[in-house]
C-alpha cells in the first residue's frame, strides 16, 4: 500500500486525527462533504421523479446507496472499519473462504443453492454502532437477513462480510449484495474454473470497476493440472482486462488467487487457509496497520469520487432520455385534443347542430313582420319610426334559444372531449410508460366528472361577454338610439346564433330552417348595427367561444400531463447534475479528510506517457 500515490499536506492539516479540532467551513473536507450533500439532494430529487427503465432505475439507486453507505461516511472519516466483501456467484465457495479467514464455522458453507441467504458480518463488539448507525454500512439492513458476529478476536478496523449469492432465482439476495457493493471498500471476488465467465457476476463487476472498487479476485476448484490451469487464469486476465478491471499497461492490475480443487478443511467447513494464503496475508496486514486502512480506505474513496462524475452523467442522459420520452407523450395527448377541438370548430361553423326547436323560434321572431319591415324598407330612411315598427313585434324568445344553444354547444363539446380521452388514453396505453401512468389514473381515460359544469358556466359567460359587446358596439350610438324594442338581449341571441351562420354570402333561396333564419338574422343585425360592425363583433364572438371551448380542452388535456413528470424539470435537473459533475472534476486535487489527505481523480495529462493509475495500484497484486 505504500505505493499508494497520496500526497499529504497540500491542502490542510493532511496529519489531524480524528480527534483534532473541527475543520473550519471552507476547509476542503468540508468542501467535498458540502458537494456529496448536494449530489445526494439531486440524486433525491431524480429519485423523486420516478424514472423508468431498469438501467435508469439501478443507476439512482446506486447513486443514493453509494453516497449514503460509502462516500458520505468516508468523506467524513477514513476511520470507519474497512468493509471487506466476499462476493460471487452461488456455490463458488464464498462461505467456505469466509470461514477459512475466521478459522471457524462462522458461515454455514452446503450444497443447497443458494446456502447463504442472509447477510454475515464479523466485526469487532466495539464496532456495531457505527456499522448499524444512520449512515453506516449496515444500516437499513432487514434484521432478519443480517447477522452480525461480534467478537473481540475479529480483525482489528475490519468488517468481512458475506454477501448472498449475485446470480441466483433469490432476486432478494441480489438486491442486498448490490447495495453492499455499493458499500464496500475491497471487494473479494470469489468464482470457480467452471464458472468464471458466467454473464450476471460481471454485471456486478463492472460496477465494481464503475464506481473504482479496489478487488482482489479468487478462483476456487483450479483443476490439478498445471497446464489446465494456466488455461484459466490466463482466460480470465483476458475477460477481466476486456472488462477494463486490468490493464497492464497502465498498471491496473488485481490480485488473482487460484485455490486447487479439494483445498477444503473439512473440520472447519472452509478452504485450506493455506491455499488462500495471500488474502490472509493482505487481511492481517490491514488488520495489524492503522496506516494500511487508512490508505486502503482513502484509495477506495478517491476510486468513488473518480466513478462518481460518469455516474452524474449518466444519470443526467437518462433524465434528457425520459425528458424527450415525457414530451412525445405530451404530444400524443395534446395531438388527440387538438384534433377534437378543430373537430368540433368544423362542426360548429355550418351550425348544423343547433336544434330545430329553437331555431323555429327564432324564425318566428325574426320573420315576423313587424321586424322584417324593419330591414326591408330600409332603415336609414325610417330611423325616426323604429320604435313604432317594432312595438307590435313577438317578444324574442331570448331565454329559450340561449339555453337550448347552452345545452346543444356543452352535449356537442363533451362528445368530443370524450373522444379526445379516449384517443389519448389508447395512444398512451400503447407506450410502456404511458401505461403504468394511466394505470395510476384511470379516470383519464373519460373527461373529468365536472367539465359539464364548467362548460356551463363558460358558455354562460361568453353569451354574456356578447350582450355586452353588443351594448358597447351598438348600444348608444345606433341600436338603443334606434329604438330598444329589439333589446340588448335579443340582439346579444342574433349576434350568438350569427356566429354559427354568417358568412357573408348567405341567401335567402338556401334551403332549411336554419338558413332561412340564418338568413333574416343576418338581415335584421346588418340594419342595427351595419355590415362592417356586426362583422367585427361576430368575429369578436367567434374567438370568445373558442377560447371558452380551448381553456375546458386545455384543463382536460393537463390531467395527462399530470402522470407523467414535467420534462423541463427532468431538464433542469439534468443540468444541476452536470454542473454537480462539474464541479467535482475542479475539486483540488487533493483533499484533507479527517486524518488523510485524498487523492482527487483526473488530474489531467500532461504528456501521452503511461503512467500507473491511482484506481487500481499495484499494491494489489502481491
Ligand atoms: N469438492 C469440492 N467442494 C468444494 C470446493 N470448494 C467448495 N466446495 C463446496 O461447495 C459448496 C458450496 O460452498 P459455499 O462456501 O457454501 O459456497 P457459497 O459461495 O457460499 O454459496 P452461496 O452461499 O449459495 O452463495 C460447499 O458444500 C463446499 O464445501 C472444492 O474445492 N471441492
Ligand atoms: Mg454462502
Redesign the pocket.
Known sequence: MSDFPTTRGMLGDASRGPGGHRAPDDAPGTLLSRLVDRIDRLAERVAGFAVVGEAPRRRVAQLREHIARHIRPRAVSLEAPLLVLLL???????????NAIVGRTT??????????RELVALARPGDREILTRAGGPLHGIDKDRLRLVLEESAPEGIVLV?A??VD?VEHANRELTDRLVEAADLAVF?TTATRYADRVPWEVLGRVRDRGLPLVVIV??MPPDVADREVVLGDLTRLLAGAGLVDADHGIEIDLVG??????DLRI?A?EQSAVQPLLDRIEMLASDREERLALASRALAGSLAGLEPHLRSIADDLDHAAIDADRLRRIATDAYERELGALRDELAGGAFLRAEALRQWHAFVGADEITRLFSTGIGRIRATISTLVRGAPAAPVAEVREQTIADLRALARVRLAEAARRAAVAWSEEPIAKQALERDPAVWSPSEDVDSRLEERLDNWVASIAEDVQTTGGPKRLLARGASIGVNAAGIAVMLATFSHTGGLTGAEVGVAAATGFLNQKLLGALFGEAALVEMIGRARSGLIEALGETFREELARYDKLIPPPSGMRSLAGELRSAADELRSLPPTISVSSRAVMLPDVPRLADIPRPSTRRGRDDSR
Open positions: 460471487g456467484p452461488t456455490g463458488a465457495g464464498k462461505s467456505s473462504l469466509f458461515s454455514p458453507t452446503g450444497v443447497l443453492r443458494p446456502t447463504t458475506d448472498p449469492d441466483s470469489v476456487n476448484r485455490v486447487p480443487e479439494g483445498s477444503l467447513d478452504l
